[in-house]
Nanobody, 127 residues
Framework: QVQLVESGGGLVQAGGSLRLSCAAS????????MAWFRQAPGNEREFVSS????????YYADSVKGRFTISRVNAKNTVYLQMNSLKPEDTAVYYC????????????????????WGQGTQVTVSS
């Protein structure tokens, strides 16, 4: 019952930055922990980052730690992914997802019920 729409993707040079947004419908947004995933052609979907239903608790994959920052503004029904120091290996379609376990945060993604997904936004990082 939560619909998600990603935006903000595009083409950027290595070392540059992008800010992805994920807009959610419904007032239930604030009770769900959120996450970003990415998928490159030929690869399986990879976890990137997650944030608790109550802003403040976050988790990052080792590959993006120190470069990416996840945040959310519940009043705007939006979760963000600030991506700095981008590398070519960051090239992928980025998806946001909602963990439909209300008021619960696993500290990552294992055991989560990501029942709502956006359509994805393409991020391409050139050398």
């Amino acid at each position: 019952q939560v619909q998600l729409v990603e935006s903000g993707g595009g083409l950027v040079q290595a070392g540059g930055s992008l800010r992805l947004s994920c807009a959610a419908s419904g007032r239930a947004f604030s009770m769900y922990s959120m996450a970003w995933f990415r998928q490159a052609p030929g690869n399986e979907r990879e976890f990137v980052s997650s944030i608790s239903w109550m802003p403040g608790s976050t988790y990052y994959a080792d590959s993006v730690k120190g470069r990416f920052t996840i945040s959310r503004v519940n009043a705007k029904n939006t979760v963000y992914l600030q991506m700095n120091s981008l590398k070519p290996e960051d090239t992928a379609v980025y998806y946001c997802a909602a963990d439909l376990r209300p008021y619960y945060y696993s500290g990552g993604y294992v055991g989560a019920n990501f029942g709502s997904w956006g359509q994805g936004t393409q991020v391409t990082v050139s050398s």
